[in-house]
């Protein structure tokens, strides 16, 4: 059996769903495939997203709540609580996703479930006893970046494990996300505790094997007096991006292309924001215009902001505790560094950061952050 489209897109999450709208309401036949039974599941993130997210795909009933302030904790207890400088939503991904899956199915793109792609050869795709021919492909496909790596496309990808738990709890704060600086629990990043309306997200991610990993995640868990587990999650986070995107009319989009923030494993603003880059840059070579570059540098701003982010983790995630807690008492005489952090931006920390107090005490970790910046991109 054969299936002829003009755009098929492999993954149904937001990001594969916002380039398959964006293309479908400007009139191309769009079809979606997805190795899922249905939207949104597995759950793989967090779920935390700034007001430019809703902007983006629109204001629905997935917002379960809004965060007005952050609560940094270092391994030997000290803490620093960040009020939040703009809108910051704790979200419920199942609901999210299908809010942009049924705005890309009204624009007429075509979603099938239960289809994976077992590979891809040129302008074919192989979906189960199907082969689909399309004039472009978009992989969208999530961290694992299976297929790719198999066409040639990203080359590299620095992966952490993350892992989540839902639970009940008396003592969340609804409006307080906290974060948990450990090296010994969370090696190379942190953990975090999320409130989801009544419920909390506790979760972690780290370079540890997964048992180890919900330990420390459940060690979170009791601080909060968690009272029973609704649900778990876990999945692959990226760090670093990739400035290969595509081959021919074959393009990455999303994490598999490590379009994230680095510096918190975030993916949802980022990818949305490189979706549209990639719809309109579809729509030029469709229209008959000589395109030289790749898609990402139509949006420079956030090219330089990923790269900067990686560095930023490349540097925090290699401090030792000590240095941790060191910087969380800095934290604690210069709170408005982050408050005056862009939310979806988080290198104009170090815009901010040049103009406090008390560096001293952080000289060495002020030192380690300047060669992390000074070491090129592509080590």
């Not at 472009?136 to 738990?165: D, F, Q």
């Not at 942190?190 to 972690?204: Q, R, S, T």
């Not at 029973?228 to 999650?233: N, Q, R």
Request: net charge positive; aromatic share 10%; hydrophobic share 40%.
């Amino acid at each position: 059996m054969s299936l002829r489209t003009e755009i098929a897109v492999v993954g149904a999450g937001p990001v594969g769903l916002r380039a398959a709208w964006n293309l479908a309401r400007h009139g191309f036949d769009v079809s979606v495939f997805e190795r899922g039974s249905e939207i949104g599941s597995p759950v793989r993130c967090a779920g935390l997203v700034s007001s430019r997210v809703l902007d983006i795909v629109g204001r629905g009933d997935y917002v379960l709540s809004r965060i007005t302030c952050a609560k940094i904790v270092s391994p030997s207890g000290i803490t620093a609580t960040i009020p939040s400088r703009e809108s910051v939503f704790s979200i419920d991904r199942r609901a999210f996703d299908r809010f942009i899956a049924k705005k890309a199915a009204d624009a007429g793109a075509e979603i099938f479930l239960r289809s994976p792609v077992k590979n891809i050869i040129s302008s074919s795709l192989k979906v189960r006893d199907l082969e689909v021919r399309a004039n472009y492909i978009i992989i969208a496909e999530g961290a694992e970046a299976v297929l790719s790596r198999k066409v040639g496309i990203v080359k590299k990808n620095t992966v952490l494990t993350g892992y989540e738990v839902l639970v009940t709890s008396d003592e969340s704060n609804p409006s307080e996300v906290t974060v948990f600086l450990d090296q010994r629990l969370f090696p190379r990043f942190f953990g975090w505790a999320i409130p989801k309306g009544e419920l909390l997200l506790v979760g972690g991610a780290g370079l540890l094997p997964g048992n180890a990993l919900r330990s420390s995640v459940m060690e979170i868990a009791k601080r909060f007096g968690y009272r029973g587990v609704i649900g778990h999650y876990s999945g692959p986070i990226p760090t670093r991006p990739s400035l290969r995107v595509q081959r021919d009319n074959i393009f990455c989009v999303g994490d598999c292309a490590g379009q994230v923030k680095a510096t918190t494993g975030g993916g949802i603003y980022m990818g949305l924001v490189f979706a549209d880059a990639l719809s309109e840059h579809i729509e030029e070579i469709h229209s008959g215009r000589s395109v030289r570059r790749a898609y990402i540098y139509r949006r420079p701003r956030e090219i330089r902001e990923i790269i900067l982010d990686y560095k930023l983790w490349r540097w925090y995630s290699s401090l030792p505790n000590d240095s941790y807690d060191r910087l969380v008492y800095f934290l604690n005489e210069n709170s408005d560094i982050i408050y005056r952090t862009v939310y979806d931006y988080h290198s104009t920390v170090l815009l901010h950061g040049m103009f406090t107090k008390g560096k001293i005490r952080i000289i060495k970790e002020v030192l380690l952050l300047l060669i992390a910046l000074l070491n090129p991109f592509w080590r």
